[in-house]
T-cell receptor, first 113, second 112 residues
Framework: ETGVTQSPTHLIKTRGQQVTLRCSSQSGHNTVSWYQQALGQGPQFIFQYYREEENGRGNFPPRFSGLQFPNYSSELNVNALELDDSALYLC????????????FGPGTRLLVL | RKEVEQDPGPFNVPEGATVAFNCTYSNSASQSFFWYRQDCRKEPKLLMSVYSSGNEDGRFTAQLNRASQYISLLIRDSKLSDSATYLCVVRSWQGGGNKLTFGTGTQLKVEL
């Protein structure tokens, strides 16, 4: 519906492993933001990428990193997974950095055992 | 204190009722305000932006009080399809970029 897709839809990892989550934005959307949503909580801002550079970051440790590519796709990488990293990871794309209108993807559900 | 605070609910209301949700935010430098709707196990979707003058979209009315740092959402003539979690969202400049801060959400259940 929103034109934003994420993969995979579900993922199970063990503590200490690394994971890469992917997002494909709407064509022309040069900004992508990533969020972590724990059960029963609202989404928490991880970081934003604008024209392939990080443009703002929330209170997440450096083991959360990202990349944005010229083809409107992006990645969220998490190293040294911890149990508390289990959550729904959402990406949202927009035009420009004001985030007035963001389009969310369906999310990736990550479970860390 | 959380940056954005909402009553988590749930609010259980009969069809046709009027229901109001409140939200407070702590960052006085916040620039923009929104209500998002999130259905169970789905992604959030923008419901409406919130302006100081107040704005209305059909059965939905949003209000912003900058002095009190308070945002509200009023839903009139509730429908079963309004059942969802409503997220209060605030945009501010932080860490070199724009940041959206979400509340924990208020759950609404509209019943027959």
């Amino acid at each position: 519906e929103t034109g934003v897709t994420q993969s995979p839809t579900h993922l199970i990892k063990t503590r200490g492993q690394q994971v890469t989550l992917r997002c494909s934005s709407q064509s022309g959307h040069n900004t992508v933001s990533w969020y972590q949503q724990a059960l029963g909580q609202g989404p928490q801002f991880i970081f934003q990428y604008y024209r392939e550079e990080e443009n703002g970051r929330g209170n997440f440790p450096p083991r959360f990193s990202g990349l944005q590519f010229p083809n409107y796709s992006s990645e969220l990488n998490v190293n040294a997974l911890e149990l508390d990293d289990s959550a729904l990871y959402l990406c949202a794309s927009s035009i420009g950095t004001n985030q007035e209108t963001q389009y969310f993807g369906p999310g990736t559900r990550l479970l860390v055992l | 204190r959380k940056e954005v605070e909402q009553d988590p609910g749930p609010f259980n209301v009969p069809e046709g009722a009027t229901v109001a949700f409140n939200c407070t935010y702590s960052n006085s430098a916040s620039q923009s305000f929104f209500w998002y709707r999130q259905d169970c196990r789905k992604e959030p979707k923008l419901l409406m932006s919130v302006y100081s003058s107040g704005n209305e979209d059909g059965r939905f009315t949003a209000q912003l009080n900058r002095a009190s740092q308070y945002i509200s959402l009023l839903i009139r003539d509730s429908k079963l399809s309004d059942s969802a979690t409503y997220l209060c969202v605030v945009r501010s400049w932080q860490g070199g970029g724009n940041k959206l801060t979400f509340g924990t959400g208020t759950q609404l259940k509209v019943e027959l």
